[in-house]
């Protein structure tokens, strides 16, 4: 049954005002808690004598108000707003309940039990004993806390608190104790609401006052007067952390009793990712025990730099905040294609006590900083309404570039509830995302491989959007001009020896400045040189040109030939967590994902901005045709090409510092080919792989067409795409798409010597380094430059003009999800500024 404060004596919580005199009661010897009812208080009665007796003398009337006042102990916690405390345990037949006791025991300012409850569990003579020692035998074998008799009363008995859900209501009201508060309970109950068939009588509920213990929790100070944090049960997170001990991340020990718990720790030689039903494999939001360099991880036991910073407040003791980060985090990935909000989390926060409300107002911040970070709450939703509150809400921002940089920072912008506008120069939006479909099957001009899907935000698109990606197989057979097969064993010795040769270029670069930087390519052929001579061995004609392939393939990750790419500072990247898992071929390309993003969103294409006036407190932007702009802020997410270019004009011109980094990246450019055919001709020598190589005739061959996907892995479709990489990039520039098709036809049919090849039915060959409005495919680190350029680039200009792009990110350049991230990056800056 609920009781609304079924709490004998409100005022523990509450701060009390001076004694009311007995002519102020609104009854004899009544007073009204907060709670709205009404119960008998000792007041002093007057000294009037009964009949038949002698008045006592004043001294004795003294000494009898000096015992009245022995019958209160306050709180001995200092700072405790409780002057007269009350046991909400009574578990013991001689529970003090608001009377006296020798030593009231604190949990938070607001909830204390007495010594003689405190008796009653912890004496083993007492009847409470046996379940206070089972509990505890409980706790120690799941969590690491101490197992006290206050943590057995915050997790046993203290009564749990709910809020109406009537919103002309929303009052805080107590449960009694034996009712259990469940997530379905939260979201339904009323005030005055019936349990076990028996309902409250009387006036309205929802209009009895609301306990005055209420007010004091959301007070700043009342969080520091908290004993115990607070510990959930039920948590949506406990499943994603059965290797971890619950209290140290923000769950309680009582609540798991899995055997799989006391495997998994035992287990600290390797990560066991938990397998959770209907979970996507690729979300994995939190590192497991020993696990580590994971992208878009969080450890569920530690607060991160940024979270520190925005909450110092539990920096001391984070369990309060990991347990609502947790529980966010869990609850966002088991449903991704609805907006996560601070009312649906808060129904699965299970804790005894006050702390209760405490923890749901701390969930509206919480939850709001993760969502401006963009780790909620993002990909292609569409919120109904603003997601963040009015103080995060500029004016409006003009976004320069319809990429997927500029897409995913407006949509975030526009969740947030701010007016974006999207200036695009080209006739369409996807900027260097561009698919064709003509060939019968969705072909990636630019972007269509994922590399690494754990905790991929392509991967969370595509869960959003219910898209099935293929994942890429790791055989790749190599194929020589004239149609041989290249043993497997040379190419897994060749591959052995191409990354010694990064080792060595890797250990050469620990003590060199920028200064001292060399052409990777130099570097390359001087070490290969060295290893030749020092070793004695030499590589076979074959064993050279598989060597060529594997150096085709940095070439193709640089987007570049090697003799520009630094040799200190070539993969820059992998310093830091990168993705993890399957690579896959999103066989219906980037540019559904980015159609999806761009839904309801401003953009004026065929919009080129010719220059951008940041001198006021109002930027000015000016298309080519003279149409002008203005806001508070603005994103340019422009190819690096056009910033090297000076295609838009900044006024004042950008810092020096910026330009210095701009200029030290190079512009990669790769080129794809793609072939119809009118049947499958490879599919008897490939035997159902995803992709095969193409071993390079002579050193001036390699990056011509190093390797064939498929396209169409299920079979129905007979297509062909290649790269073309590195120096046979200009070799093909000044050709015409006959031409390019003519040259790969030559490769395909020596690779297929055997057998006929037929011509193509249709093809496609693109020309990024043509494209006005792009001019280069992904960016990398020239020689004597550095990774740090792409920090600089990602630095705001005043607080006025933001950069983003897949060149503005340092993690994750080169890639469609690097400049997603840039995009959700500057969204979270500009919102917060």
């Given at each position: 049954?609920?009781?609304?404060?079924?709490?004998?004596?409100?005022?523990?919580?509450?701060?009390?005002?001076?004694?009311?005199?007995?002519?102020?009661?609104?009854?004899?010897?009544?007073?009204?808690?907060?709670?709205?009812?009404?119960?008998?208080?000792?007041?002093?009665?007057?000294?009037?004598?009964?009949?038949?007796?002698?008045?006592?003398?004043?001294?004795?009337?003294?000494?009898?108000?000096?015992?009245?006042?022995?019958?209160?102990?306050?709180?001995?916690?200092?700072?405790?707003?409780?002057?007269?405390?009350?046991?909400?345990?009574?578990?013991?037949?001689?529970?003090?309940?608001?009377?006296?006791?020798?030593?009231?025991?604190?949990?938070?300012?607001?909830?204390?039990?007495?010594?003689?409850?405190?008796?009653?569990?912890?004496?083993?003579?007492?009847?409470?004993?046996?379940?206070?020692?089972?509990?505890?035998?409980?706790?120690?074998?799941?969590?690491?806390?101490?197992?006290?008799?206050?943590?057995?009363?915050?997790?046993?008995?203290?009564?749990?608190?709910?809020?109406?859900?009537?919103?002309?209501?929303?009052?805080?009201?107590?449960?009694?104790?034996?009712?259990?508060?469940?997530?379905?309970?939260?979201?339904?109950?009323?005030?005055?609401?019936?349990?076990?068939?028996?309902?409250?009588?009387?006036?309205?509920?929802?209009?009895?006052?609301?306990?005055?213990?209420?007010?004091?929790?959301?007070?700043?100070?009342?969080?520091?007067?908290?004993?115990?944090?607070?510990?959930?049960?039920?948590?949506?997170?406990?499943?994603?952390?059965?290797?971890?001990?619950?209290?140290?991340?923000?769950?309680?020990?009582?609540?798991?009793?899995?055997?799989?718990?006391?495997?998994?720790?035992?287990?600290?030689?390797?990560?066991?990712?938990?397998?959770?039903?209907?979970?996507?494999?690729?979300?994995?939001?939190?590192?497991?025990?020993?696990?580590?360099?994971?992208?878009?991880?969080?450890?569920?036991?530690?607060?991160?730099?940024?979270?520190?910073?925005?909450?110092?407040?539990?920096?001391?003791?984070?369990?309060?905040?990991?347990?609502?980060?947790?529980?966010?985090?869990?609850?966002?990935?088991?449903?991704?294609?609805?907006?996560?909000?601070?009312?649906?989390?808060?129904?699965?926060?299970?804790?005894?006590?006050?702390?209760?409300?405490?923890?749901?107002?701390?969930?509206?911040?919480?939850?709001?900083?993760?969502?401006?970070?963009?780790?909620?709450?993002?990909?292609?939703?569409?919120?109904?309404?603003?997601?963040?509150?009015?103080?995060?809400?500029?004016?409006?921002?003009?976004?320069?570039?319809?990429?997927?940089?500029?897409?995913?920072?407006?949509?975030?912008?526009?969740?947030?509830?701010?007016?974006?506008?999207?200036?695009?120069?080209?006739?369409?939006?996807?900027?260097?995302?561009?698919?064709?479909?003509?060939?019968?099957?969705?072909?990636?001009?630019?972007?269509?491989?994922?590399?690494?899907?754990?905790?991929?935000?392509?991967?969370?698109?595509?869960?959003?959007?219910?898209?099935?990606?293929?994942?890429?197989?790791?055989?790749?057979?190599?194929?020589?001009?004239?149609?041989?097969?290249?043993?497997?064993?040379?190419d897994k010795r060749m591959d052995f020896h191409f990354n010694a040769i990064l080792d060595v270029v890797s250990e050469w670069r620990k003590d060199?400045?920028?200064?001292?930087?060399?052409?990777?390519?130099?570097?390359?052929?001087?070490?290969?040189?060295?290893?030749?001579?020092?070793?004695?061995?030499?590589?076979?004609?074959?064993?050279?040109?598989?060597?060529?392939?594997?150096?085709?393939?940095?070439?193709?990750?640089?987007?570049?030939?090697?003799?520009?790419?630094?040799?200190?500072?070539?993969?820059?990247?992998?310093?830091?967590?990168?993705?993890?898992?399957?690579?896959?071929?999103?066989?219906?390309?980037?540019?559904?994902?980015?159609?999806?993003?761009?839904?309801?969103?401003?953009?004026?294409?065929?919009?080129?901005?010719?220059?951008?006036?940041?001198?006021?407190?109002?930027?000015?932007?000016?298309?080519?045709?003279?149409?002008?702009?203005?806001?508070?802020?603005?994103?340019?997410?422009?190819?690096?090409?056009?910033?090297?270019?000076?295609?838009?004009?900044?006024?004042?011109?950008?810092?020096?510092?910026?330009?210095?980094?701009?200029?030290?990246?190079?512009?990669?450019?790769?080129?794809?080919?793609?072939?119809?055919?009118?049947?499958?001709?490879?599919?008897?020598?490939?035997?159902?792989?995803?992709?095969?190589?193409?071993?390079?005739?002579?050193?001036?061959?390699?990056?011509?067409?190093?390797?064939?996907?498929?396209?169409?892995?299920?079979?129905?479709?007979?297509?062909?795409?290649?790269?073309?990489?590195?120096?046979?990039?200009?070799?093909?520039?000044?050709?015409?798409?006959?031409?390019?098709?003519?040259?790969?036809?030559?490769?395909?049919?020596?690779?297929?010597?055997?057998?006929?090849?037929?011509?193509?039915?249709?093809?496609?060959?693109?020309?990024?380094?043509?494209?006005?409005?792009?001019?280069?495919?992904?960016?990398?680190?020239?020689?004597?430059?550095?990774?740090?350029?792409?920090?600089?680039?990602?630095?705001?200009?005043?607080?006025?003009?933001?950069?983003?792009?897949?060149?503005?990110?340092?993690?994750?350049?080169?890639?469609?999800?690097?400049?997603?991230?840039?995009?959700?990056?500057?969204?979270?800056?500009?919102?917060?500024?």
């Amino acid at each position: 049954m609920l009781s609304d404060a079924d709490y004998s004596g409100n005022t523990s919580g509450a701060r009390r005002g001076k004694k009311r005199n007995s002519g102020d009661s609104p009854g004899d010897g009544q007073t009204v808690r907060s709670s709205g009812r009404q119960i008998n208080v000792r007041v002093k009665r007057t000294n009037n004598p009964p009949p038949g007796q002698s008045k006592r003398k004043a001294t004795d009337t003294e000494e009898e108000d000096d015992q009245s006042e022995k019958k209160y102990r306050k709180c001995e916690k200092a700072g405790c707003s409780a002057t007269y405390p009350v046991c909400f345990a009574s578990s013991s037949d001689r529970c003090a309940k608001n009377g006296y006791t020798s030593r009231w025991y604190h949990l938070s300012c607001g909830e204390h039990f007495c010594n003689e409850c405190f008796d009653h569990y912890y004496r083993s003579h007492k009847d409470g004993y046996e379940t206070f020692a089972l509990w505890k035998k409980v706790w120690t074998s799941n969590g690491k806390s101490e197992p006290s008799l206050k943590a057995f009363m915050a997790d046993q008995l203290l009564p749990y608190w709910v809020q109406c859900t009537n919103p002309d209501c929303r009052k805080w009201r107590q449960l009694t104790k034996e009712i259990q508060l469940t997530s379905s309970l939260a979201a339904t109950y009323r005030c005055g609401m019936k349990f076990n068939n028996i309902k409250i009588e009387g006036p309205d509920q929802c209009s009895q006052p609301e306990d005055l213990r209420v007010a004091e929790v959301v007070e700043n100070w009342w969080h520091s007067m908290l004993i115990l944090p607070p510990l959930f049960k039920e948590s949506p997170a406990t499943p994603f952390l059965a290797a971890y001990y619950p209290d140290c991340v923000g769950m309680s020990p009582s609540g798991s009793h899995s055997n799989l718990v006391s495997e998994l720790r035992a287990d600290h030689c390797r990560a066991v990712q938990p397998q959770i039903p209907g979970l996507s494999p690729y979300f994995q939001p939190f590192y497991q025990p020993n696990e580590c360099g994971k992208a878009l991880c969080v450890r569920p036991d530690m607060m991160e730099l940024d979270e520190l910073y925005e909450f110092p407040e539990f920096s001391r003791d984070p369990t309060m905040y990991l347990a609502l980060r947790n529980l966010i985090l869990a609850s966002w990935h088991r449903n991704c294609k609805e907006v996560l909000t601070a009312e649906k989390c808060a129904l699965h926060i299970i804790v005894r006590g006050l702390v209760r409300v405490r923890c749901v107002q701390e969930m509206d911040r919480v939850l709001d900083f993760m969502t401006r970070k963009g780790l909620i709450n993002t990909g292609v939703l569409t919120a109904p309404k603003p997601l963040l509150p009015e103080k995060h809400r500029t004016r409006s921002v003009i976004v320069i570039g319809a990429g997927a940089s500029g897409l995913a920072a407006a949509r975030q912008l526009k969740n947030f509830g701010i007016k974006v506008l999207v200036l695009e120069a080209r006739d369409r939006i996807g900027g260097r995302v561009w698919d064709d479909s003509s060939l019968g099957v969705t072909v990636g001009r630019g972007a269509q491989i994922v590399n690494g899907c754990v905790n991929n935000p392509i991967a969370l698109m595509c869960e959003q959007m219910n898209f099935k990606m293929h994942k890429l197989g790791e055989r790749c057979d190599l194929f020589q001009e004239g149609g041989q097969a290249t043993d497997p064993s040379i190419d897994k010795r060749m591959d052995f020896h191409f990354n010694a040769i990064l080792d060595v270029v890797s250990e050469w670069r620990k003590d060199k400045t920028q200064s001292q930087d060399k052409p990777l390519g130099e570097k390359v052929q001087e070490i290969k040189k060295n290893f030749l001579q020092d070793s004695g061995i030499q590589f076979s004609d074959l064993e050279d040109k598989v060597l060529q392939f594997h150096l085709s393939n940095l070439e193709y990750a640089c987007g570049s030939t090697l003799n520009q790419v630094s040799a200190r500072s070539w993969d820059h990247n992998e310093f830091f967590a990168q993705f993890s898992g399957d690579h896959t071929l999103l066989t219906k390309g980037y540019a559904a994902l980015l159609h999806k993003l761009a839904e309801g969103l401003d953009i004026r294409t065929k919009c080129p901005v010719q220059a951008i006036d940041y001198s006021g407190d109002v930027i000015k932007v000016t298309s080519s045709n003279g149409t002008q702009w203005t806001a508070p802020k603005v994103l340019v997410t422009v190819p690096l090409t056009l910033l090297q270019k000076n295609m838009i004009q900044f006024h004042p011109p950008l810092p020096e510092r910026k330009l210095k980094a701009i200029h030290s990246l190079g512009a990669g450019i790769i080129e794809k080919i793609a072939l119809q055919f009118p049947y499958r001709f490879w599919d008897g020598k490939v035997q159902g792989a995803d992709y095969f190589g193409h071993i390079p005739p002579s050193p001036d061959k390699r990056g011509m067409f190093s390797v064939f996907y498929d396209l169409d892995p299920q079979g129905k479709q007979a297509v062909l795409m290649s790269v073309i990489s590195g120096d046979s990039v200009a070799a093909v520039r000044d050709m015409e798409d006959k031409e390019v098709v003519g040259e790969c036809m030559k490769v395909l049919c020596e690779l297929f010597k055997e057998q006929e090849v037929p011509l193509p039915v249709k093809y496609m060959v693109t020309h990024w380094s043509k494209d006005m409005w792009s001019q280069m495919s992904y960016s990398f680190v020239k020689m004597g430059g550095s990774g740090e350029a792409y920090d600089i680039l990602a630095e705001d200009v005043q607080g006025k003009v933001f950069f983003a792009g897949e060149a503005t990110n340092r993690h994750f350049p080169q890639t469609v999800t690097g400049a997603y991230l840039s995009g959700v990056r500057e969204a979270s800056k500009m919102a917060a500024a």
